[in-house]
């Protein structure tokens, strides 16, 4: 059927027309959330520790966090690489997804959130499997390119994001092929499409999604994503 062919107008706009208000949208995060995604204590306070972090919110939704632990289970991904840590919220995901034999790395700028992370990996009894390494992720990440560390499996950035491409450049040195990186916080409600915008954080999501385009070692994609955490998304990519 072509696009509205044999509906009513009003069957029309209800199904492909209609653009819900965000308060919908989390309303059908809190849906599936509440049926599909269980939060223990410890991922309930590694959230609420957000706030003593230098960035209060910015951790992935709770169904975010379920989606990346899948993407590993389903990627039999063992050794996983992330940029930016904050509290650890996707982290602890993450470290779960991966098993009592996985190992994360994961590269945090500031001490104090690497603090609160810490604490939080304690308590959500993964410590033993995350590394936690302070410091500039261009600095600790080119560390690890030089030290010739095992290569990751999966690889999440999710940290500054004018220094996206600095990022993935260090992922296609530290990943084998068949790995998968997924870049967090592409869309922005949407400013990736506004060519007016001059925030550096769109201007960094642009050029990696460049890079990634212009990568023959690298298959992508892109998802946008409504609900708690308003409009924004995520680009899928795995190396061949
Ligand atoms: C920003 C970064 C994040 O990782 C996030 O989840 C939300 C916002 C930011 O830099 O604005
Ligand atoms: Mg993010």
């Not at 930016?84 to 945090?108: F, K, M, P």
Request: overall charge negative; proline content about 4%.
């Amino acid at each position: 059927m072509r696009k509205n062919e044999g509906m009513s107008e009003s069957e029309s706009s209800a199904s492909a027309n209609r653009y819900p208000a965000a308060d919908e949208w989390q309303a059908v995060d809190r849906y599936f959330a509440e049926i599909l995604v269980e939060e223990d204590a410890a991922l309930i306070a590694a959230r609420r520790s957000g706030t003593d972090t230098t960035m209060p919110n910015a951790e992935v939704a709770a169904n975010q966090g379920a989606f990346l632990g899948l993407l590993v289970t389903i990627a039999g991904a063992k050794r996983v690489l992330e940029f930016g840590t904050l509290a650890g919220y996707s982290t602890i995901w993450l470290a779960r997804a991966v098993g009592e034999g996985g190992r994360i790395v994961t590269l945090e700028l500031e001490p104090q959130n690497a603090e609160v992370a810490e604490e939080n990996f304690l308590a959500a009894g993964v410590a033993d499997r995350i590394e936690t390494i302070v410091g500039p992720a261009a600095e600790t990440s080119a560390r690890l390119i030089s030290e010739g560390v095992e290569p990751f499996d999966f690889v999440f950035i999710d940290a500054d994001k004018p220094n996206n491409p600095a990022y993935l450049q260090a992922a296609l040195e530290l990943t084998r092929p068949g790995a998968v990186i997924v870049v967090d916080n592409v869309v922005r409600n949407g400013a990736i499409v506004d060519d007016s915008s001059a925030d550096p954080r769109v201007h960094g999501v642009r050029s990696v999604a460049d890079a990634i385009a212009a990568s023959p070692d690298l298959e992508a994609t892109a998802l946008q994503t409504v609900g708690e955490k308003g409009w924004d998304g995520l680009i899928i990519a795995r190396r061949r």
